[in-house]
């Protein structure tokens, strides 16, 4: 029981701070840095093997406490623990359609080190379900377009993502976890890695470089013959039964340097950004068109591991 654990805090000082999860009827307080938490064993003890065995510990009699309540110095932070605490005592809590990336990161480093397993459990699979591990799952994300993420999204969301599949093992979102690192403005992600923005955890330099060998990799992979894009680049000649060869070689080349022009990475097009196509192009060419974006999807998914030098989807796992 050790391990977890920081020595006993011998008493209340003008150091430590009362959070706002502090009930007067409480019978442990929990202490991460300079912050207490006053609530109840039963609660945690319920949920975690960590706390129910630390609940039968026999107590010495000289432990400090405040108020007959024992303190248990916590080796976390304050704000996991609140996010923690605040999942186990208000049932609105975890039943929000979106929460914080900070929760959830929460929920996954305390749950799996005190063994929390249904907050660890919940909080991994938002962080899963936004990052699939297969090309139906991906596809499943854009059903409804308007059904909002389990993860509240903000400036640096997909960095945040995979600093935390990365701490904590989760192997199966890394793959997509990556892609998504890879795939904004690189200039915005070098100046926020450079700054070390708060709201955009550190990543190892070989991650770092992942991502941007992992981009240049999809930018010129995407537009290859047989993949996703490669119809754009590779058209010997419009289909056969094309009734406007001229006007759909033109919209062919012109979208073509669009997509170079912008340096965009688009090697997975969903259904609704292929369906743009339809109507400038004849009925021939955008069935060849579709057929070849749907090839080439699942052939660019398939080289997803390689492109971020990742091992095989067998050996990555949620090694939690």
């Known amino acids: 029981m050790s391990s977890p654990l920081a020595k006993r805090q011998r008493t209340e000082d003008a150091s430590t701070t009362r959070s706002s999860v502090w009930y007067k ?13 006053r609530v109840h064993w039963g609660v945690p003890s319920q949920h975690s093997s960590f706390f129910r065995d630390l609940e039968d510990l026999p107590q010495p009699p000289d432990q400090p406490a405040v108020d007959g309540c024992v303190i248990v110095e916590l080796q976390d932070s304050a704000v996991d623990v609140e996010h923690l605490l605040k999942a186990l005592y208000d049932p609105t809590f975890l039943s929000q359609t979106a929460l914080p990336l900070a929760v959830v990161g929460a929920l996954i480093r305390l749950g799996h080190k005190y063994d929390f397993k249904n907050l660890l459990d919940s909080a991994v699979a938002r962080l899963t379900s936004q990052n699939p591990a297969t090309l139906e799952e991906f596809d499943a994300l854009f059903v409804i377009k308007s059904k909002p993420t389990p993860i509240i999204i903000y400036p640096g969301y997909s960095l945040g993502m995979l600093a935390l599949a990365r701490e904590k093992n989760i192997g199966l979102a890394l793959p997509f976890a990556f892609y998504l690192a890879s795939g904004g403005n690189m200039e915005q992600f070098l ?15 070989d991650d770092i470089c992942r991502c941007f060998i992992g981009r240049q990799r999809l930018v010129t992979k995407q537009f290859q013959p047989g993949y996703t894009l490669g119809w754009l680049r590779e058209w010997p000649h419009p289909p056969a039964d094309c009734n406007n060869p001229a006007k759909c070689t033109a919209k062919r ?4 340097h669009s997509y170079m022009d912008a340096n965009c990475v688009q090697p997975f097009l969903e259904g609704s950004q292929a369906d743009i196509w339809k109507g400038r192009f004849c009925a021939a060419c955008y069935e060849h068109i579709i057929k070849s974006v749907t090839a080439g999807r699942k ?6 591991l390689v492109i971020f030098d990742l091992p095989p989807w067998d050996q990555l796992k949620n090694d939690l």
Do not use: C, H, N, Y
């Open 25 to 37: 009827d409480g019978s442990i307080i929990l202490q991460a840095a300079d912050t207490q938490f």
């Open 191 to 205: 100046q926020a890695v450079r700054r070390k923005d708060e709201a955009i955890p550190s990543l190892s330099l």
């Open 253 to 256: 080349k012109s979208k073509f």
């Open 299 to 304: 052939k660019m998914w398939e080289e997803l």
